[in-house]
């Protein structure tokens, strides 16, 4: 039977941004299937009664020197973003209703919001900052925002982030290999050893 990683991610999470440079590889290395899992993580904190590491300041500033440290290990670019946190309701959104249209433009939006995010640092919770990241990547910001505000996108990013916490997801990234659940970019080799043969 194939094997697959369900993945919850917030393009706000720098911890979610290093684990999608990885899972692609992982998958692949082990013939499963990536699923993306778009959601709110304010919804999930708000849920939960989580709250972002950044809120402790120790331990904010600790978290980026180690993700710095992960990023190098991984090989991969990363820069602290000068504009976190971001809201990212109207990024989660449009993520949510490429999906639920299996839009082919899915994949390259969640690349172009993540480097946006954590390679060039932008500050996509600015209108006009997301829509020339969005041209840049080829893609078309009226019709996205457009479909950022549809009401059924709304409520599937709801209903999303809902079912999510009900599953147990309490922080971003979240990743699941059947019903065990590994939390956290810093928990990606049990994730890869639970997809071993």
Request: charged share 20%.
């Amino acid at each position: 039977m194939s094997k697959s990683v369900d993945f919850y991610f917030d393009f706000g999470s720098p911890a979610a941004y290093l684990a999608w440079t990885q899972l692609p590889k992982i998958c692949a290395d082990s013939g499963a299937t990536l699923n993306y899992r778009p959601m709110l993580l304010g919804g999930v904190f708000q849920a939960t009664g989580n709250r972002a590491p950044i809120s402790v300041p120790l331990k904010g500033s600790y978290l980026f020197d180690d993700l710095g440290r992960f990023a190098r290990r991984y090989g991969v670019a990363f820069r602290n973003n000068p504009f976190f946190p971001v809201n990212t309701i109207t990024l989660m959104r449009a993520a949510s209703g490429l999906q639920m249209r299996a839009d082919p433009r899915f994949e390259g939006f969640v690349k172009a919001m993540f480097e946006a995010m954590w390679v060039n640092a932008k500050n996509l919770g600015d209108a006009a900052t997301l829509a020339g990241v969005l041209t840049a990547a080829g893609l078309n910001a009226d019709e996205l925002l457009a479909l950022a505000a549809e009401p059924a996108v709304k409520d599937r990013l709801r209903t999303e982030t809902e079912a999510a916490v009900a599953r147990g997801v309490f922080g971003a990234p979240t990743m699941f290999v059947g019903n065990t659940m590994y939390w956290g970019q810093d928990r990606l080799d049990f994730v890869r050893e639970a997809l071993s043969p």
